[in-house]
């Protein structure tokens, strides 16, 4: 099957079209770079968040929004992870509650960092029953 010039032609029109249509329209959203390569939403307060952020409010309560109510939990652990060169990989570690909670993304909210959402993985519960939660953050460079 060979194509014609004018369906070439076409083509090539559309991609520049999208090429230069902004991110903001294509997606709703408007988006910001950051040093090292990321690109991240506007709009979202995670976005802005790097680990030592989250350092700075080890052993402090977060609520987690789930389906019967708020449920306090503590952050107890931010490890680094493996990253690829220039990115950024950490975990953190919320226990609490004695109910499991699912694998969901959840809107959770702190005083001082305000609401965000997170998808969190449950991993067991500690020697007390308190349910405990992880959240990978992987920002990968551009």
Known sequence: MSNSRRTFVKA???A???AAAP???AFGKSFKHLPGGFLLFDDD???N???SSFVSYLNSVFQIQTG???VEVTLTS???MPAPSGGECFSLLFVGGSEARSQNTYVVTHPALGTFQLFLVPSGA???GAQKSVATINRLPL
């Open 23 to 25: 991110v903001r329209s």
């Open 45 to 47: 307060p995670l976005a």
């Open 12 to 14: 090539g029109l559309m």
């Open 16 to 18: 520049g079209l999208f």
């Open 68 to 70: 019967s109510g708020n």
């Open 126 to 128: 500690d020697e007390n």
């Open 49 to 51: 968040y790097t680990k």
């Open 78 to 80: 931010v490890d680094d």
